[in-house]
């Protein structure tokens, strides 16, 4: 602030002069006293610098971040009718919108609040999972506290997030799809957004244990609600890795004492070389049961391989394949193939277009083409 006073005194000051300079053989220094003016110049900027104290006091806390995040979209999906990847659907757009708020009260504690809004769930775009709300209104989607419990032992708790916030997978694929986000094991990273409780314990050098709970608000832990819960162990270093995570939900529709557990083992690792120019390795395998007796058969797999090459030309390519759905026992499995390519425009501004092929011939159905670019802007 004294460096915006001064620059607001020195056009006065200066007006206050340029006279003397034209009559300085008839006025001496002892004839020029530019106190008063000075002082009224003093007081207006005091006045100034007040308001804006007073707006930064009302403004975020040191420790507050706020980030906004939006992605537009636009993509084509084919049945292959005619047996030609013809791309002959309707192009179909979107977008979503989203706001995160995070704060701290000790240094070493995050609250965090996340919103978000969007109309990205069409035929065309849907696989890249965009956010999509009714009339399209922005809404609170999770809010979360994380705090460190002595020295090894983090803690979360929250609402509309999954049990398995706090678990660690052990893949460095980064795909932009829906249905390959989890690497081959999304049934043991059980998603029942909901109230949540999970706790990692840090052993250092890359191993940790989580577990995690989440159930309807008004119903925790009750037979008639809907629970999630599971745990996860992992070891991750720079060139390798690898996890092994449980989860299981309970659908809260007994059949003859059964609560129809859904349960699911998962085990995931990675690989990096140190040789530039190769892709690293993820791989995924799970095996899950539905022992509910409502259930036409119980056991399922799933499988997922990707390679990702960091440094290819100015961004990121991807290429893996992995079980679409849950390969359930005496079924043929079916697969999904895709490529992606992430490039950054600039600091703020990433691309990505997607290529991908569903295979629906276990259904008796034709397969699904789908070319869509996702194009996204952070702030």
Known sequence: MKLFKNLLIAPATLGLLAPMSATANEVTISDFTPAEQL?????????LEARLNNFEAGGFSETTTASFG???????ENDDDTGVNDFDDNLTTGYDFGI?????????????????????????????GGDTQATEALRLDEISYKFP??????????????????????????????????????????????????????????????????GNPDDIANEEGVDAYGFNFAYTADSYGVSFTYGALE???????????????????????????????????????????????????????GLQWS???????????????NTVEDTDAQYMYEAFYEYEINDGMTVTPLVFVKDFSAANTDDTTGVMVKTSFSF
Do not use: H, Q, W
């Open 149 to 214: 419990l002595g020295e090894n032992i983090t803690v979360m708790v929250g609402d509309d997030i999954g049990a398995s916030k706090m678990f660690t997978n052990a893949c460095v694929y980064g795909t932009p799809s829906d249905t390959l986000d989890e690497c081959g094991t999304n049934n043991a990273f059980v998603n029942n957004d909901s109230a949540m409780v999970g706790a990692e314990y840090d052993f250092g050098n890359g191993l940790t244990a989580a577990v995690g709970y989440a």
């Open 311 to 325: 440094d290819f030309g100015p961004g990121t390519l991807g290429l893996g394949m992995g079980t679409r759905v």
């Open 251 to 305: 659908d809260g529709a007994p059949v003859n004492d059964n609560m129809g557990t859904d349960y699911a083992y998962g085990l995931n690792a990675y690989y990096i070389p140190e040789n530039e120019g190769l892709p690293s390795i993820s791989v995924g395998y799970e095996y899950g049961e539905d022992d509910s007796e409502v259930a036409a058969s119980d056991e399922y797999t799933n499988v997922f391989a």
């Open 100 to 128: 995160k708020l995070a704060t701290s009260f000790t240094g070493e504690d995050k609250l965090e609040i996340k919103f978000d809004t969007g109309n990205s769930d069409a035929p065309g775009i849907g696989e890249f």
């Open 70 to 76: 939006v992605n537009f979209y636009a993509g084509i």
């Open 39 to 47: 002082a009224i110049t003093n007081s207006r900027v005091d006045g």
